[in-house]
T-cell receptor
Framework: DAGVTQSPTHLIKTRGQQVTLRCSPI?????VSWYQQVLGQGPQFIFQ???????GRGNFPDRFSARQFPNYSSELNVNALLLGDSALYLC?????????????FGPGTRLTVT | AQKITQTQPGMFVQEKEAVTLDCTYD???????LFWYKQPSSGEMIFLIY??????QNATEGRYSLNFQKARKSANLVISASQLGDSAMYFC?????????????FGAGTRLFVKA
């Protein structure tokens, strides 16, 4: 069975630009979460979506937005990129995003902002 | 407020020996879940083990076990018979509740070095 997939693998953008990252969850999983991991730190929660609705949001500015599609795949959008947005962006899927359900992570998208 | 603390930035262990990675947490929610993940240099987060706040027994998964001390709010990961492939970053994480608990927070991580 395919795991969580993310695209692209790497991305280089310039300050002020916009970027869209994509995630496909494990088949049967209805919840997708997004995390930002800056080098040397633990992942920071950005969003969680379940059944196409936003169910959780971390402490990130409005430049960050996301959505989930009917097939449960998800996109993370970041507008007006800053140098500090350079990080590994991880997507995780789980059955319903609650309780003991495990989160399975994708390989991540490494974003570099110059 | 939720908080996860990992006080060991780096740990060394001899191959085939056991090692304990520390994790303490803070929450006011009586219902929560604790997770450990491994992150090799490739960057992918690999799920290792889960412990629920109401679980009576400590979780075990192969060479991984979780030493859960609820009163002390600690959830230490024990890796037995360390292997060279265990060298990686290890993160402790927590999710509160079963209804509103859609947010998982992570600690700063511990880098484990396994020596041959």
């Amino acid at each position: 069975d395919a795991g969580v997939t993310q695209s692209p693998t790497h991305l280089i953008k310039t300050r002020g630009q916009q970027v869209t990252l994509r995630c496909s969850p494990i088949s049967g999983h209805k919840s997708v979460s997004w995390y930002q991991q800056v080098l040397g730190q633990g992942p920071q929660f950005i969003f969680q979506y379940y059944e196409k609705e936003e169910r959780g949001r971390g402490n990130f500015p409005d430049r960050f937005s996301a959505r989930q599609f009917p097939n449960y795949s998800s996109e993370l959008n970041v507008n007006a990129l800053l140098l500090g947005d350079s990080a590994l962006y991880l997507c995780a899927s789980s059955l319903n995003g609650q309780g003991p359900n495990e989160q399975y992570f994708g390989p991540g998208t490494r974003l570099t902002v110059t | 407020a939720q908080k996860i603390t990992q006080t060991q930035p780096g740990m060394f262990v001899q191959e085939k020996e056991a090692v304990t990675l520390d994790c303490t947490y803070d929450t006011s929610d009586p219902s929560y879940g604790l997770f450990w993940y491994k992150q090799p240099s490739s960057g992918e987060m690999i799920f290792l083990i889960y412990q629920g706040s109401y679980d009576q027994q400590n979780a075990t998964e192969g060479r991984y076990s979780l030493n859960f001390q609820k009163a002390r709010k600690s959830a230490n990961l024990v890796i037995s018979a360390s292997q060279l492939g265990d060298s990686a970053m290890y993160f402790c994480a927590m999710r509160e509740g079963y209804t509103g608990g859609f947010k998982t927070i992570f600690g700063a991580g511990t880098r484990l070095f396994v020596k041959a």
